[in-house]
């Protein structure tokens, strides 16, 4: 989708401004034609020289010293895209408030293509409410926010507030264009673990952050999909994602139930509870009443009963959790629920599964074919899943 659209390429003043020549040449590889923004800060980072000689035309620095009378806005009328990478916490404020005081925001303010910011700077930066307020406002007028990553930050610290990954700013400019190689596909995920009730205020849950779930529903949104999210963490999730807010397995059961005839693929990554309280007590269990005896009974089995009336043409994707015997077991469920692949994890080793911000996992087909994916970034498993899922639905086409 990138081939032969003009992307006006804006470059403002962080340490990450380097890795924006990376995503001036995956654009220009993709056949897009490239007019570099550079902001006058920005130059203290990268050169004009550089992106002058990599993208499609000389780069831009100022709204006086271009050849074109008014450089704004033949850059803006004529954009398919304007894509800002990195976005410095100025350059964010400054187009939230419509402060025109620089060619790359009066560009962005002269633009009806559709805007992707990709913010990066340090964590204390990233989490000022002034910062999160401005970045809220943005995305509610429409623009899509490439969210910063966790990860090693300028001077040796760590934390949220890294520039995403060239190749994922450029896949997020493929979809917004309507491009990426999941497009035409409807996948559903779910993500996040269940709360059972005991009483209105009480209830049996897991330890699952739904961060894989969310990572997947991000990944294959940035592909191009048409994503639907049955989540029941409340984190964010990318935009262009619908997303089905939901607690018990229950809810998740009837959510998923509602939409999997239309999906072609369905990931399961949601911890789901296995057993939930057989009665829920009206008011809250009062303490003095002694210790309550809990009465579990089966949830249902949300990823068997997909199993069991799975389409043609679906490809079905269970998630397994185990602390022993994980590819065995794994194995066995992806037989036992007519899976095509089962993402099995050893959530008891260092730096896997819930909570964390990494997993590593063994992607188990039902033909028996394993594939490790080593500790990595959760975004990263995500991408190994969905090419896995691909690389299945190309072999079923064959
Ligand atoms: C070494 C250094 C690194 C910086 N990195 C960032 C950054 O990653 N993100 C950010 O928002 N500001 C960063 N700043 C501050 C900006 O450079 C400063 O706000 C500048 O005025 C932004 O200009 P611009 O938005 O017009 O490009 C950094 C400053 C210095 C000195």
Redesign the pocket.
């Given at each position: 989708m990138l081939r032969g659209r003009r992307v006006v390429l804006g470059v403002?003043?962080?340490?990450?401004a380097y890795k924006a020549i990376e995503v001036c040449r995956r654009l220009v590889d993709a056949g897009a034609f490239v007019s570099p923004v550079l902001?006058?800060?920005?130059l203290?980072?990268v050169t004009t020289q550089t992106f002058s000689a990599l993208a499609s035309e000389p780069a831009r620095t100022s709204l006086w010293d271009s050849p074109e009378p008014s450089p704004h806005t033949a850059l803006g009328q004529r954009a398919d895209l304007v894509v800002v990478a990195?976005a410095?916490?100025?350059?964010l404020a400054?187009y939230a408030m419509g402060m025109s005081d620089?060619l790359?925001v009066a560009t962005l303010l002269a633009t009806r293509a559709p805007v992707i910011v990709c913010?990066?700077?340090?964590t204390e930066?990233w989490e000022q409410p002034a910062v999160q307020a401005n970045v809220a406002l943005l995305r509610e007028r429409g623009v899509t926010v490439v969210d910063p990553v966790a990860g090693m930050l300028?001077g040796g610290d760590v934390g949220v507030?890294r520039l995403a990954e060239p190749a994922d700013i450029v896949a997020a400019c493929d979809r917004v264009l309507g491009g990426g190689d999941l497009a035409g596909l409807r996948v559903l995920v779910t993500a996040g673990g269940t709360r059972e009730p005991i009483d209105p205020v009480r209830y049996i849950g897991n330890r699952s952050s739904g961060k894989q779930g969310h990572a997947l529903a991000d990944e294959a949104a940035a592909r191009g999909a048409e994503v639907t999210l049955v989540t029941s963490a409340g984190r964010p999730a990318a935009p262009g994602v619908e997303v089905v807010s939901v607690e018990t397995a229950a809810q998740m059961e009837a959510a998923v139930a509602a939409r999997s005839d239309d999906a072609d693929v369905i990931v399961m990554a949601a911890a789901v509870a296995d057993f939930r309280p057989k009665a829920v007590a009206d008011d809250k269990l009062k303490k003095g009443d002694g210790v309550p005896e809990v009465v579990l009974e089966p949830t249902p089995d949300i990823l068997a009963g997909l199993g069991a009336r799975k389409r043609p043409g679906q490809t079905l994707v269970g998630f397994a959790a185990e602390t022993s015997d994980v590819v065995a077991n794994a194995a066995e469920k992806v037989r036992r629920k007519n899976l095509d692949l089962i993402v099995a994890n050893d959530v008891s080793a260092p730096g896997v599964g819930f909570e964390h911000d990494t997993n590593a996992v063994v992607l188990l087909r039902e033909d028996g074919s394993r594939e490790d994916v080593p500790l990595a970034d959760k975004r990263a498993v995500a991408r190994a899943v969905l090419d896995a899922v691909l690389d299945l639905r190309s072999q079923a086409t064959r």
């Amino acid at each position: 989708m990138l081939r032969g659209r003009r992307v006006v390429l804006g470059v403002s003043g962080g340490i990450a401004a380097y890795k924006a020549i990376e995503v001036c040449r995956r654009l220009v590889d993709a056949g897009a034609f490239v007019s570099p923004v550079l902001t006058p800060d920005s130059l203290h980072f990268v050169t004009t020289q550089t992106f002058s000689a990599l993208a499609s035309e000389p780069a831009r620095t100022s709204l006086w010293d271009s050849p074109e009378p008014s450089p704004h806005t033949a850059l803006g009328q004529r954009a398919d895209l304007v894509v800002v990478a990195p976005a410095t916490a100025r350059v964010l404020a400054a187009y939230a408030m419509g402060m025109s005081d620089d060619l790359l925001v009066a560009t962005l303010l002269a633009t009806r293509a559709p805007v992707i910011v990709c913010p990066a700077m340090h964590t204390e930066m990233w989490e000022q409410p002034a910062v999160q307020a401005n970045v809220a406002l943005l995305r509610e007028r429409g623009v899509t926010v490439v969210d910063p990553v966790a990860g090693m930050l300028a001077g040796g610290d760590v934390g949220v507030g890294r520039l995403a990954e060239p190749a994922d700013i450029v896949a997020a400019c493929d979809r917004v264009l309507g491009g990426g190689d999941l497009a035409g596909l409807r996948v559903l995920v779910t993500a996040g673990g269940t709360r059972e009730p005991i009483d209105p205020v009480r209830y049996i849950g897991n330890r699952s952050s739904g961060k894989q779930g969310h990572a997947l529903a991000d990944e294959a949104a940035a592909r191009g999909a048409e994503v639907t999210l049955v989540t029941s963490a409340g984190r964010p999730a990318a935009p262009g994602v619908e997303v089905v807010s939901v607690e018990t397995a229950a809810q998740m059961e009837a959510a998923v139930a509602a939409r999997s005839d239309d999906a072609d693929v369905i990931v399961m990554a949601a911890a789901v509870a296995d057993f939930r309280p057989k009665a829920v007590a009206d008011d809250k269990l009062k303490k003095g009443d002694g210790v309550p005896e809990v009465v579990l009974e089966p949830t249902p089995d949300i990823l068997a009963g997909l199993g069991a009336r799975k389409r043609p043409g679906q490809t079905l994707v269970g998630f397994a959790a185990e602390t022993s015997d994980v590819v065995a077991n794994a194995a066995e469920k992806v037989r036992r629920k007519n899976l095509d692949l089962i993402v099995a994890n050893d959530v008891s080793a260092p730096g896997v599964g819930f909570e964390h911000d990494t997993n590593a996992v063994v992607l188990l087909r039902e033909d028996g074919s394993r594939e490790d994916v080593p500790l990595a970034d959760k975004r990263a498993v995500a991408r190994a899943v969905l090419d896995a899922v691909l690389d299945l639905r190309s072999q079923a086409t064959r």
